[in-house]
């Protein structure tokens, strides 16, 4: 090979060389500065996070132990059944403006449960007052009044049993969630998008 030539070729190879490293370089610095902006955002969201969850599993656990823990249960007035009602819909409230979907979806989930066991508390004890006003009318009609309210506190003990599932499901979703700080490397989208094409047109 011609010395000039030669010449000319390893200098070319040698700035091909310079430019690759050049940006292989830059589109590491950037890939780190995406992770750590990535990662103090999620930093700044996790305590608000953190502390609507939790106060959201606390008050649907002390919901839960109320029917199920409890040697002798006590129907709500009225007034503390909406009470009960209104906080954990705020508290749902919370959660559904703070996200991530995922947490929305069984968090939405968790507040029908609970709502549920709430109507119910609230049916068992219309049906009580029911028992308690026939109980002057005659014995059959007081047994079966009183058989009614057993089978409605059966209904809430099942209620209260799924609620216990979608406590269960809800904090396993969030303690994972909140165990991400950010600076775990996230594939391209183009690859993500590339793993639900049908294996005829993955390139």
């Known amino acids: 090979m011609d010395p000039g030539l030669a010449a000319v070729l390893g200098a070319l190879a040698g700035s091909v060389g310079g430019v690759v490293g050049a940006l292989a370089t830059a589109r590491a610095q950037r890939e780190g500065t995406r992770m750590t902006l990535r990662a103090e955002h999620i930093r700044g969201r996790r305590q608000p996070r953190h502390d609507a969850y939790k106060a959201f599993v606390q008050s649907t656990f002390a919901l839960?132990?109320?029917?199920?823990?409890?040697?002798?249960?006590?129907?709500p007035t009225p007034e503390e059944q909406e009470r009960l009602q209104s906080e954990i819909t705020a508290q749902w409230t919370d959660i559904l403006l703070l996200g991530p979907e995922s947490v929305n979806i069984l968090g939405s989930v968790l507040h029908d449960a609970a709502l549920d066991v709430i109507r119910q508390m609230g049916s068992a004890r219309h049906i009580l007052h029911l028992a308690l006003r026939r109980s002057h009318v005659n014995e059959d009609a007081e047994d079966a009044a009183r058989q009614a309210y057993e089978d409605s506190l059966n209904d809430l003990r099942s209620l209260a049993n799924d609620l216990t599932l979608a406590i269960n499901a809800f904090a396993l979703v969030v303690?994972?969630?909140?165990?991400?700080?950010?600076t775990k490397r996230r594939r391209p989208r183009f690859w993500r998008r590339r793993r639900h094409l049908p294996p005829a047109i993955r390139l």
């Open 175 to 182: 303690s994972s969630f909140l165990d991400d700080d950010g």
């Open 64 to 75: 839960k132990e109320r029917i199920i823990s409890s040697d002798v249960y006590e129907d």
